[in-house]
């Protein structure tokens, strides 16, 4: 089917407005998306150093207070006598005393042997050998140990980040009188801290014997959160890299990072996740996204529009030119032509309108003899 020239070009000015709208549209997306990508990976690292510092200065402080308390005189004096000759109402005072002085969640105290005499949280509980754990094993040969510290509870497993020193006489740093052992807890209280800091949603494990992630604390709830939890590989939380992850809770896409917590001989048996939401980073681009489309098409339908007025802007003195050729070739050269424009066309319009008007001087002066010579 031929069609009109009026409907070629318009079809060609908006095959061409759109080709050239989409592959601006297409490229500005991409930049966009690449953009939103880097935002998102920035939040997601910004929440691990976050994650790590806050972990790091809070063992840092723990290990310094209790480091600091421990060595002097009279606590020394008072602890070596306590255990010696078994006062557990006084080594249970003094513990309870180093912990309000920490700002502790609890403080407990072991004999030279790792057996355990005094325990602010369990007051009941004395003659357990602690000396099996590294956190008091690598205490008792004079070490000062760091760790995560796990207690199990009726409403599941409790992290602590703890610290242990020895206590030893002075003078003779080989003399180990007792152990002391701090613990701070990690609970909702300062995962909502950690929330408030790096805007992010907190989530804290720990490991079972069977690789199990078991939920112990987090800024989220609802059972999904520990559903997705036990979802992760328990491999991911003991990688040296930065491990990011992405997770679809209650229909909110969640791009972080997730982190090991170790204990004092560096035995992975907890971890954390730092939940960022992707749905928030990437709002401004999604509606950078939304305007783009939008922009596209309003750009299309007034590229389309300025189409059609070019179009028959150039249609109509064209078919005007048509139809006076029709008209000259069948003998009529009367009317003026008027295409109403000063471009090609326009010259074009005079030249064949001087062109007809020779013609139709000949063709009277053709008239003109033919009726001389008959009369």
């Known amino acids: 089917m031929r069609l009109p020239l009026g409907t070629k070009i318009f079809l060609g000015t908006a095959l061409v407005v759109t080709l050239v709208l989409g592959v ?42 209790t480091a600091a308390l421990v060595q002097v005189p009279v606590y020394v004096s008072r602890i070596g006598e306590s255990v010696r000759t078994g006062e557990r109402a006084d080594l249970l005072g003094q513990a309870d005393e180093l912990r ?28 357990q050998d602690f000396s099996g754990g590294a956190l008091i094993g690598r205490a008792l040969e004079g070490r000062t140990t760091t760790g995560l510290w796990i207690e199990p509870s009726d409403a599941g497993d409790e992290l602590y980040q703890a610290v242990a020193m020895p206590v030893t006489s002075p003078g003779s740093s080989a003399t180990t009188l007792a152990v002391v052992s701090a613990a701070l ?45 036990r979802s992760i590989s328990s491999e991911a939380p003991d990688s040296t890299s930065q491990s990011r992850i992405r997770l679809t809770l209650r229909g909110v896409a969640y791009e972080g990072t997730a982190g090991s917590l170790r204990t004092a001989d560096s035995l992975t048996i907890g971890g954390y996740l730092g939940l960022h939401s992707r749905d928030a980073d990437l709002a401004a681009y999604q509606q950078l996204s939304r305007t783009i489309r939008s922009a596209f098409l309003v750009g299309l339908l007034l590229a389309l529009g300025f189409s059609v007025l070019a179009a028959r802007q150039i249609v109509r ?14 003998g009529q050269y009367t009317g003026p032509i008027e295409v109403g424009t000063r471009d090609e066309i326009g010259d074009l319009a005079r030249a064949f309108g001087t062109m007809v008007e020779e013609l139709r001087e000949k063709d009277r002066l053709v008239q003109y003899l033919r009726t001389g010579s008959a009369t």
């Not at 309000?100 to 003659?127: H, N």
């Not at 003195?317 to 069948?330: D, G, I, M, N, W």
């Open 317 to 330: 003195p064209v078919k005007r030119l048509v139809e006076a050729t029709r008209k000259v070739s069948q």
């Open 100 to 127: 309000e002085q920490i700002g502790a969640e609890w403080v407990l105290i072991t004999d030279p042997t790792g057996v355990l005499r005094a325990w602010t949280s369990q007051r009941d509980l004395f003659d």
């Open 185 to 229: 807890k990690i609970d909702t209280a300062f995962a909502g801290r950690l929330r408030r800091h790096t805007n992010s949603e907190i989530v804290f494990f720990s490991i079972d014997t069977l690789g199990v992630l078991q939920l112990a604390v987090s800024t989220l709830p609802g059972p999904e959160v520990e559903a997705a939890v």
């Open 24 to 65: 601006a549209l297409l490229v500005t997306k991409r930049q966009a998306d690449r953009a939103a990508d880097a935002a998102s990976l920035q939040a997601v690292q910004a929440t691990q150093a976050a994650i790590r510092d806050a972990l790091d200065g809070r063992s840092q402080t723990l290990l310094q207070l």
